[in-house]
């Protein structure tokens, strides 16, 4: 007759009480710590910029303009050049409710930790204008 392995070993104290063995807490604790490390490190990588400066003009109408960097950005700055008010989103479209950026106007947008993949330009009906961006990656 054979006997099979046990599957499982449980470990109990002298009372009888289960317990983990110490060292499979080691092992956990250590690798909770590395996963923690790696997001630590993806974070810091993340937020590392690259240290590059661009710059691009776009003409704004009434009709929604969408304008994506090549590489995503850390910080943009936006001039007003035109003679209309121009709303601007970053990453999502929002309603043109918001603020307008008036002539002359600069509006400056740093992530913090995240990145700037897409801006939004649109002008008040019958308007138009030149913005100029500055973008930093």
């Not at 947008?109 to 308007?127: M, N, W």
Request: aromatic letters at 8%.
């Amino acid at each position: 007759m054979t006997t099979q392995p046990p599957t499982s070993i449980q470990v109990v104290d002298s009372e009888g009480k289960e317990i983990v063995r110490p060292d499979v807490i080691s092992f956990i604790y250590q690798a909770v710590s590395a996963a923690q490390l790696v997001k630590l490190r993806k974070i810091e990588e993340d937020e590392r910029a690259e240290g590059i400066l661009e710059s691009w003009s776009v003409s704004v109408t009434d009709r929604r303009a969408e304008f994506f960097p090549q590489k995503p950005l850390k910080s943009v700055d936006v001039y007003n050049l035109g003679e209309g008010n121009v709303v601007v989103s970053v990453n999502e479209y929002q309603q043109a409710d918001r603020a307008p950026l008036r002539k002359d106007d600069s509006l400056k947008v740093d992530a913090k930790g995240h990145t700037i993949r897409r801006l939004y330009f649109i002008c008040p009906s019958g308007q138009t204008a030149e913005v100029y961006v500055q973008g930093f990656r």
